[in-house]
């Protein structure tokens, strides 16, 4: 069973910098194109960074030049590193995979920023 638990979050002033991580089990992180998604109350949630299997990585234009997806093989492991916080990047982060036609989703982690 596929699971994905993310950590890391809380408050920040901005400016600052958290790294949040996403810890698999179920699957192995660096044979899956793996996500990161944020999502704001009343708004779709919004893709923010992938780490393909090969590495690659792709980010929204919102993040770009601030955060940095990695993935740590041997812990499973995927983290986000977000530096240069904003007040808009306040939402709960999550991470996601799809595995056999199957999309996985963690349960999420609130990032706030205060300004």
């Known amino acids: 069973q596929v699971q994905l638990v993310e950590s890391g979050g809380g408050l920040a002033q901005a400016g600052g910098s958290l790294r949040l991580s996403c810890a698999a089990s179920?699957?192995?992180?660096?044979?899956?194109?793996m996500n990161w998604y944020r999502q704001v109350p009343g708004k779709q949630r919004e893709l923010v960074a992938t780490?393909?299997?090969?590495?690659?990585?792709l980010y929204a234009d919102s993040a770009k030049g601030r955060f940095t997806i990695s993935r740590d093989n041997v812990k499973n492991t995927v983290y986000l590193q977000m530096n240069s916080l904003k007040p808009e990047d306040t939402a709960v982060y999550y991470c996601?995979?799809?595995?056999?036609?199957?999309?996985?989703w963690g349960r999420g982690t609130q990032v706030t920023v205060s300004s």
């Open positions: 996601n995979c799809v595995a056999g036609g199957t999309a996985y």
């Open positions: 179920g699957i192995i992180v660096s044979t899956r194109t």
């Open positions: 780490i393909t299997s090969g590495g690659g990585t």
